[in-house]
């Protein structure tokens, strides 16, 4: 079964969907382990066109507030989905963007003529997105211990907490549903990337095959501990309990979708029963993830 091959020996995905629509700066999606080499090889690729820096520079004047340029969820209405949705493989998705919409999408114009004559007439941002997936890809692929970045995951973790909190929690007390226990996970969670992070420091550059084996099976079952076997209520296909498509916009990314989506239909009693079960239900996934990392290994090694 293909399925359980991929599931067992996939790394990460690395999609592009649509390469160019526009020439503005690039638009990323992508899980959060990989923020960190995403941001790093940004730096590295030159910005195409006329613009002066590199291709970081110029994503970040979009958010000239912050410390770093966004990264958004993962949606879906592309590739990555079955990556990322049924096998808890770390994926990401990147496209230079436009400032307006791209309107020949999904049209019999979007061919060549529009893409030389209109939407990168000098093809130098479609070398430049070239360039940012292959030192993606060689960088994940000939770093001994996987370049991935847990405490990543401990921060947007932590954003998508508190705006589900911000929304919902006088609503949730009214029904008797605590936060607390969500909170705590996510609590556990946060330490244990901290000490892990420090591990994967402490080995970098370690030789020792079966430390390097170790610390990589860690990193890829983080993102695997978030899949639910069943699915999401009503939607079995899609398995993330972190990230999922909005059950209202197949394209855009919820959070905590299972949480979310039941909420959104609580009217009764039981429904509302069920509003605690699928936040359990995360916090369980999360302190998965906190074991994965917190799990004695390299002690043992000599």
Known sequence: DIQ??????????????????????????????????????????????DCKGSV????????????????????SGTDYVAFIQRLGVTSMDFT??????????????DNFYWASTFGDPNFTHHKAMG????????????????????????????????DLKEMYEDSLKQHGISLDFLNDALGEFSKA???????????????????????????????RAFIIPEGLPGRPYYKHVIFAPSSVNMYASASFPGV???????STPQEWNEVHRQLDIVAVH?????????QPSVEWIK
């Open 4 to 49: 359980h091959l991929l599931g067992a020996n996939t790394l990460v995905y690395l999609n592009i969907d649509v390469a160019v629509s526009g020439m503005s700066h690039i638009t990323v999606v992508s899980s959060p382990l990989l923020f960190e080499i995403i941001y790093n090889v940004t730096q590295q690729v030159d910005c195409p066109g």
């Open 56 to 75: 970081y520079d110029q994503w970040k004047s979009f958010y000239p507030s912050s410390t770093r340029p966004r990264i958004n969820n993962l949606g």
């Open 96 to 109: 230079y963007a436009g400032e307006s919409s791209y309107p020949v999408y999904h049209s019999v114009h």
């Open 131 to 162: 360039e940012m997936w292959s030192r993606i890809g060689i960088e994940i692929a000939t770093t001994p211990i996987l370049p991935y970045n847990p405490t990543d995951y401990t921060q947007r973790l932590r954003e998508m907490y508190d």
């Open 193 to 223: 990337a901290i000490d892990f992070s420090s591990t994967l420091k402490k080995y970098i550059d370690t030789d020792n095959e079966n430390i390097i084996r170790i610390l990589n099976n860690k990193l890829m079952n983080i993102e």
């Open 260 to 266: 979310v989506d039941a909420i959104f239909n609580a």
């Open 286 to 294: 999360v302190r998965y993830a906190t074991q994965i990392m917190n």
